[in-house]
Structures are given as C-alpha cells and as structure tokens.
Nanobody
Framework: QVQLVESGGGLVQAGGSLRLSCAASGRTFSRYFMGWFRQAPGKEREFVAVSHWSGSTSYADSMKGRFTISRDNAKNTMYLQMNSLKPEDTAVYYC????????????????WGQGTQVTVSS
C-alpha cells in the first residue's frame, strides 16, 4: 500500500505560480512511477505528467513548458511546479502511483491522493 497526500493548492491570479507537493508513505516510494492528474468541473480526469525515480519525466503535450514535475526520493515527495497559470488550469489536482512504466491512463494508477484544489482567477 502507498498513501499519498497532496498539498499546495489554492487561489492564484492568472499568470501566477503554484507548487504542489505529494507526500508518500507506505511502500518504497522510489519503486513507483509517480504521476499528476487533474480534473476540472464537468470534465474527465486528465494526465498531466509522470516521473520515474531516476529523474526522467514525461508530460502531456498540452502541459509542456509551463509545468515541471520533480521528485525527491529521500523525502518521499513529488512536486508539480506550475507557472504562467491560466483560468483553464482550474481543477482538482491529484497525485497517483503506478508500477506501469510511463502510462498516462487513469485506470493504470493503483494509488491516489485525495486531491488539492487549484483555482486560477482571471
């Protein structure tokens, strides 16, 4: 079992930045691919980015350039740095863990956090 807790969400003006954190406990954090997803009201949950313990990362095409995923294996923590935020980035952001390499599908992730709300005002 892996327990995941997100933090760092909040209200920010368009053009601003936020850094989300995901603290993991339980099984060895470094074994898993760790991903960020988001879900806007009335929309399906969508893939944002995924990271490997080695530091390698992969992003959804629409997230490249403004979002940066990173992780600190020693602290069992993953981060999502979000810059130049737009109102359309408003969503609940979730972190998740999977054993499946580089998989962007929601159904492939076995462990999920409770989510943290990000609201971007125009």
């Amino acid at each position: 079992q892996v327990q995941l807790v997100e933090s760092g969400g909040g209200l920010v003006q368009a053009g601003g930045s936020l850094r989300l954190s995901c603290a993991a406990s339980g099984r060895t954090f470094s074994r898993y691919f760790m991903g960020w997803f988001r879900q806007a009201p009335g929309k399906e949950r969508e893939f944002v980015a995924v990271s490997h313990w080695s530091g390698s990362t992969s992003y959804a095409d629409s997230m490249k350039g403004r979002f940066t995923i990173s992780r600190d294996n020693a602290k069992n923590t993953m981060y999502l740095q979000m810059n130049s935020l737009k109102p359309e980035d408003t969503a609940v952001y979730y972190c998740a863990a999977t054993n499946r390499p580089w998989d962007p599908r929601v159904q492939s992730y076995d462990y999920w956090g409770q989510g943290t709300q990000v609201t971007v005002s125009s």
